[in-house]
């Protein structure tokens, strides 16, 4: 089944404690992006990569590192996790970056406390 | 700035009944319009997904439509059923120097279809 796995779906962590979201496709796509969504807000993009080894910021990169060493991962880093980085993030993948439906993932409820 | 307003913001009717949604935006340069619909908590699936040159499409009870020259976007749901309770995002894809093809998303309109 085409999916796009992310884990854990739900933390809750500590501020400064340093964690990672892992986000796998399965479908062979060269694009995937992370999002996220805060309550009022639409999804706002964090980062995105075009293909391996290809990342660059989105709209609110502040706070967060990605990396793609190969083409079904893309995991989320928070090096110092700070509490307005509490929100519901999204990993999605397309098969290009063009007109071509993007596959998000179920999302991680993170709160960081 | 690129925006993508839509409206209402939520909305309740009864089961059975037709409804739409709307979504007016400033993207530029544009590449599609797509709608998404989003259970609470989970990530959003792709409803509609219509290029410059479409101006509706399609998906069982739910029919999309564009107008480029307005920028303006509907979604219409036929003979709603409890399952679409549930939020629905229209999305402007644009195109930037960098290449990137950001999403920009919409608030979403939240229908609550009810018994």
């Not at chain 1, 979201?21 to 964090?46: A, F, K």
């Not at chain 1, 991962?73 to 993948?93: G, H, K, R, V, W």
Request: with cysteine; net charge positive.
């Amino acid at each position: 089944e085409a999916q796009v796995t992310q884990n854990p779906r739900y933390l809750i962590t500590v501020t400064g404690k340093k964690l990672t979201v892992t986000c796998s496709q399965n479908m062979n796509h060269e694009y995937m992006s992370w999002y996220r969504q805060d309550p009022g807000l639409g999804l706002r993009q964090i980062y995105y990569s075009m293909n391996v080894e290809v990342t660059d910021k989105g709209d609110v990169p502040e706070g967060y590192k990605v990396s793609r060493k190969e083409k079904r991962n893309f995991p989320l880093i928070l090096e110092s996790p700070s509490p307005n980085q509490t929100s519901l993030y999204f990993c999605a993948s397309s098969l290009s970056r063009m007109n071509t439906e993007a596959f998000f993932g179920q999302g991680t409820r993170l709160t960081v406390v | 700035k690129n925006q993508v307003e839509q409206s209402p913001q939520s909305l309740i009717i009864l089961e059975g009944k037709n409804c739409t949604l709307q979504c007016n935006y400033t993207v530029s340069p544009f590449s599609n319009l797509r709608w998404y619909k989003q259970d609470t908590g989970r990530g959003p699936v792709s409803l509609t997904i219509m290029t410059f040159s479409e101006n509706t499409k399609s998906n069982g009870r739910y029919t999309a439509t564009l107008d480029a020259d307005t920028k303006q976007s509907s979604l219409h749901i036929t003979a709603s059923q409890l399952s679409d309770s549930a939020s629905y995002i229209c999305v402007v894809s644009a195109v930037t120097n960098s290449g990137n093809t950001p999403l920009v998303f919409g608030k979403g309109t939240r229908l609550s279809v009810i018994a």
